[in-house]
């Protein structure tokens, strides 16, 4: 059974950075896609990014440019890269294991104001 636990939420002024961590144990990480979505107050859940088992990403558009999908094997760990944030990136953060089954961590609160 493959668990997630996210880090490195908080509260930041827009423009700011933060990097949010997720620690995988109970797979082989290495051999799949991980991502993160989002879900914000009040609307549906949201893909943020993606990166295949060979480090290949992809973005949703309102991120590119700002945020960096990465991932670390020997770590099993895979990091969400935040530069410029926006008040509209304030969201719940879920890492997402896109194994066999689809598992999502607890998610990481985001909140972006002055």
């Known amino acids: 059974q493959v668990q997630l636990v996210e880090s490195g939420g908080g509260l930041v002024q827009p423009g700011g950075s933060l990097r949010l961590s997720c620690a995988a144990s109970?797979?082989?990480?290495?051999?799949?896609?991980m991502g993160w979505n989002r879900q914000a107050p009040g609307k549906q859940r949201e893909r943020v990014a993606r990166i295949s088992s060979v480090g290949n990403t992809n973005y949703a558009d309102s991120v590119k440019g700002r945020f960096t999908v990465s991932r670390d094997n020997a770590k099993n760990t895979v990091y969400l890269q935040m530069n410029n944030l926006k008040p509209e990136d304030t969201a719940v953060y879920y890492c997402?294991?896109?194994?066999?089954?689809?598992?999502w961590g607890q998610g990481t609160q985001v909140t972006v104001s002055a």
């Open positions: 109970g797979s082989i990480f290495s051999m799949y896609p």
């Open positions: 997402t294991h896109y194994g066999p089954q689809t598992t």
